[in-house]
């Protein structure tokens, strides 16, 4: 089986894998980084966005040996090393922008690469940009209303909570 | 100024720091020591007769632990269904096998003929493409009607047809309902479908069995709403193990809507297997398995007749509904489309005579049970669709309509022609909100504004009315159920004075380790964070029935409630003790405890420590420790109700339809955390709106699931949705539980698809534009833009 080695939110990761492993299992099953989920098998859903050298990939579409030697973030590597959320994570919090949780981490990984490339977007560029990530808990009010917030846009007009 | 802390704050959610670092623990994060897999073996015809299994091949394969089939259950019960309707005619509904593997014939295309046990998933999975299926193809059961035609096939072949139950509700008021249709002034008919879904909670559903050989005790990590629902169902009725040998945890769970409240053959699989192997057995559902083995929503034909007299005022309902059970009875799915259903066919409304009819039909398509709503989306439907039908056709103002019959605030309690009473509501200050919050007066400006453009906009309203906070177990027995609906709590108090609540409901995302903090923190007067919730676990929580149909505050909370009421008296015993004085005299506030009319107190952790420490207690009169537990049974149901307004555009060139404006103005009683709440409506709206633009569950004619996937199913994204415009001002508290509270989370998807569907019709039909008077869900642009022609 091939050896795989990667960085991952900043260390060395290595293992082998087969050549059919994704580079989500070999995140959430190798190196027990369970904070990236699996919601479909068809990469719709999003719930297993992570960043890979810097862009938005959703780990259930590319093999694990595809991301030989790349740098990897997931969730578990968004908060500071203290513990300090993330703008993107706190405006989530502070927005009722989840519930369940199970969407979220690609979520969170999809908003962070919007902002990325686009420091303050309109809610349409959001809402279009969130096209790859499915929530059914929140009907996206809330979510979007936390990327705009993250964004720097002023949410207090945005209707309710 | 808002609260920041107790009952009526929004305090950012404590479950949200570990949902946004990757720090959840849902089931499929759950790994257990040695565990194996499974992959299941699922038909992919909807009918078939099997004639051998194979596996000879297959067992021989790299990794394999073991292949079950059928025949290795033959000893074990059944999947049990939860709730016994009897018809119409006094005889109890027709309740087929439900085996865990199929046995002698497959009836859903996703019905499970083999489970293979191995070392991995992906060696489990080769397996089974070698198992050899003898398979006979038979054909397939899909149309309701046709289902019931003489000479149908028959999906169960001991069944004396595919008719689970013809039921009537009141029978006693149907020839009174026929003479008023007959009498009536005006009739309004309308003929719809209540479109078969999908619940699609993003995390698929997940389960792993573990048996310890030293102990013989079973553990379940699953997926549910409702663990100690499964270990009853489980243990006792398919796999004969008692409750005390058997564990179930349901830990963070990624939404469920329903369709994890029931008990699936997964569960009991690899709890059964687990010690079969002697291994544990983990399955992980796929995307396409879900949509193949999670019980459906929905799927009712209708026919609803409104009768008015002279003066517009509503006389009778009479409904006729095919309601589809799929391939075998769900755990609650009798209960759907009858108790669920049936009593809420009044509305808001003072319909004096009601007759609901529902014929419960077998397909051989995969089994359908309570989604978000169950029943009461379905009621709702059809009669806000037939009221805004009724007033085009008499040509009176739809909001005038429905005001004019309202149920109006000095008739409450307000016994319904179908069963329930309500307790509390005020339809028209719902309304008045909705007028208000939405700008009503403002549509006509932008109507004229959207023409402009060249769309057409359309405006609908309705109300909705739903019986939440389920359920009274006597009441509920009487109709059928075979379980009670009570819920229950434990707060268990430590020596520190910081306390831990047991409770029997369940969150996968509602947050009620957020909302039930802040109720005891208003109780006792102490900080939030000194509450810890803990919940999903059977083997550290006292026997409760779970999570859905909005019980969770208004019946959870209130054996939460009682709980710490208990601890409260007892506390006061100790505080009276300790500060000499009469316990009558005691009182509590700010978590300190005073002798009323002095200044002598002693605070909420030094009579919590002398509960633990009791060198000076009045152990003659109680017990050390402090740690109640409480059982509370509802006496009535709740009635959340609301009035829903949505404006849409439609393109006359393509169909399409888009959501401009959408606004709710809802009644849930007291409000325990606003933030929650409207996080709650928002969820709902958007699966309504999901199911009235865009999500369809389709079948072939074959029984082939034409929507096994999200490339197929149209699941609601962000840019198919607007900002909502939400409001729970409007609050008449519910008189029979402690904390005044409804239920918020059914709401939104059922009041929000008949708000669409009027809107479309209106934006059709208004002007002259077009006759089209009705079109069914999901309203998509190929079928908008057909009606159009």
């Not at chain 2, 297959?58 to 009897?86: L, N, Y």
């Not at chain 2, 990624?254 to 997964?266: L, N, P, Q, V």
């Not at chain 2, 409001?727 to 008189?735: F, I, N």
Request: glycine share 10%.
């Amino acid at each position: 089986m091939p050896n795989v080695s990667m960085t991952v939110n900043g260390k060395a990761a290595s293992g082998e894998v087969e050549g059919r492993t994704l580079l989500v299992g070999f995140l959430r099953d190798q190196l027990g980084l369970t904070g990236t989920h699996v919601g479909c098998d068809t990469s719709q859903c999003g719930a297993c966005v992570v960043h890979v050298d810097g862009k938005a990939v959703k780990a259930c579409t590319m093999l694990a040996a595809e991301a030989d030697g790349a740098d990897v973030k997931t969730i578990e590597g968004m908060a500071a090393p203290d513990g300090t959320l993330s703008t993107i994570q706190q405006a989530f919090q502070d927005h009722h922008g989840l519930q369940c949780g199970f969407c979220t981490p690609g979520m969170v990984m999809s908003a962070a690469a919007l902002l990325a490339e686009n420091a303050s977007p309109s809610e349409q560029e959001i809402r279009e940009y969130l096209e790859g990530n499915i929530c059914r808990c929140t009907g996206y009010h809330n979510i979007v209303k936390a990327i705009m917030a993250a964004a720097g846009h002023d949410v207090s007009a945005i209707a309710a909570e | 100024m808002p609260k920041d802390h107790g009952i009526g704050a929004a305090p950012k959610r404590r479950e949200d720091v570990r949902f946004l670092t990757g720090a959840g623990n849902y089931t499929d994060d759950i790994n257990v020591r040695g565990q194996a897999y499974v992959y299941f073996l699922r038909s992919d015809v909807a009918h078939g007769r099997i004639n051998g299994i194979d596996t000879g091949a297959a067992a021989a394969m790299p990794g394999v632990v073991r292949i079950f089939t059928g025949a290795d259950f033959e000893g074990v019960g059944g999947m049990p269904c939860g709730w016994q309707v009897t018809d119409r005619h006094g005889e109890v509904m027709q309740e087929p096998a439900h085996p865990i593997l199929a046995q002698g014939k497959v009836r859903h295309v996703g019905d499970p003929i083999a489970a293979i046990v191995a070392d991995t998933l992906e060696q489990a999975r080769d397996a089974a493409e070698a198992i050899e299926v003898d398979m006979e193809e038979l054909p397939a059961v899909i149309d309701m009607k046709a289902a019931l035609a003489d000479g149908s096939t028959k999906v169960h072949d001991d069944l004396t047809s595919n008719l689970c139950y013809d039921w009537g509700f009141v029978e006693e008021n149907r020839d009174a309902v026929d003479q008023a249709i007959k009498d009536a002034a005006h009739v309004t008919t309308l003929e719809l479908v209540n479109n078969r879904l999908v619940a699609n909670p993003m995390e698929p559903r997940v389960a792993v069995g573990d048996y310890n050989r030293g102990t013989d005790d079973s553990t379940l990590y699953t997926t549910s709403q409702n663990p100690h629902v499964i270990r009853l169902l489980m243990g006792a009725f398919v796999l004969g193990i008692p409750e005390h040998k058997l564990r179930v945890v349901a830990p963070d769970v990624g939404g469920g809507f329903g369709t994890k409240i029931f008990h699936y053959a997964e569960e009991a699989f690899c709890t059964f297997a687990a010690k079969a192997c002697n291994r544990p057995v983990k399955w992980t559902a796929s995307r396409t398995e879900a949509f193949m083995s999670d019980a459906h929503g929905r799927d009712h034909v209708t026919k609803i007749e409104l009768a008015l007299d002279a003066d517009n005022n509503f006389t009778a309902v009479r409904t006729e509904t095919h309601a589809n059970m799929g391939a075998y009875l769900s755990t609650f799915a009798p209960s759907v489309p009858t108790w669920l259903h049936g009593t809420l066919m009044a509305g808001n409304y003072r319909t004096p005579l009601i007759y609901v009819n529902v014929k419960a039909v077998f397909t051989n398509t995969v089994p359908v049970d309570a989604y978000r709503g169950a029943g009461r989306p379905e009621a709702t439907f059809q009669l806000e669709r037939v009221i805004d039908k009724a007033a085009r056709e008499l040509g009176v103002d739809p909001i005038a309509l429905r005001r004019q019959n309202f149920i109006q605030p000095d008739q409450f309690p307000y016994a319904t022609p179908v069963a329930v009473e309500y307790d509390t509501g005020d339809y028209d200050a719902t309304m008045n909100k909705l007028e208000e919050i939405a700008d009503l007066s403002g549509f006509a400006a932008r109507r004229a504004a959207s023409e402009a453009k060249g769309k057409w906009r359309g405006l609908g309203v309705n109300c909705y009315i739903e019986a939440c906070g389920i359920a009274p177990s006597n009441l509920v027995g009487q109709l059928g159920a075979r379980a009670g609906l009570y819920e229950s709590a434990t707060v268990r108090v430590n020596a520190t004075g910081g306390l831990v609540v047991m409770t029997g409901s369940h969150s996968h995302g509602q947050g009620h380790e957020t909302t039930f903090p802040q109720v005891i923190a208003e109780m006792i007067g102490i900080d939030e964070s000194m509450v810890e919730i803990v919940h999903g676990d059977t083997a550290n929580t006292p026997m409760g029935m779970g999570t859905y149909g909005s019980r969770s505050i208004a019946v959870g909370g209130s054996a939460m409630v009682r709980a710490a009421e208990k601890i409260i008296n007892k506390t006061k015993k100790i505080a009276a003790h300790l500060l000499e004085a009469s316990e009558a005299d005691i009182e509590l506030k700010d978590g300190n405890f005073t002798v009323a009319g002095t200044d002598k107190s002693v605070d909420w952790g030094s009579v919590c420590l002398a509960a633990y420490v009791p060198h000076n207690y009045p152990l003659e009169d109680i017990e050390p420790g402090l740690e109640e537990t409480a059982f509370y049974d509802p006496a009535n149901f709740t009635y959340p109700a609301g009035a829903y307004s949505c404006e849409v555009e439609v393109d006359p060139e393509t169909g399409k339809v888009t959501i401009e404006r959408f606004a709710a103005a809802d009644d849930f009683g007291n409000v325990i955390n606003p933030m929650i709440v409207e996080g709650q409506v928002h969820g709902g709206l958007a699966q309504g709106i999901g199911q009235a633009l865009l999500e369809n569950c389709a079948y072939d004619e074959t029984g082939q699931l034409l929507s096994a996937s999200y490339m197929d199913y149209a699941m609601p994204r962000a840019d198919d949705l607007p900002f909502y415009s939400v409001d729970h001002s409007c609050q008449t508290p519910c008189t029979h539980n402690p904390l005044g509270v409804k239920g918020c989370g059914e709401a939104g998807a059922i009041g929000s698809p008949p708000a669409v569907v009027n809107a479309v019709i209106d934006a059709l039909h208004s002007g002259g534009k077009t006759g089209v008077l009705h079109i069914d869900m999901p309203l998509s642009p190929d079928r908008v833009w057909a009606a159009m022609q």
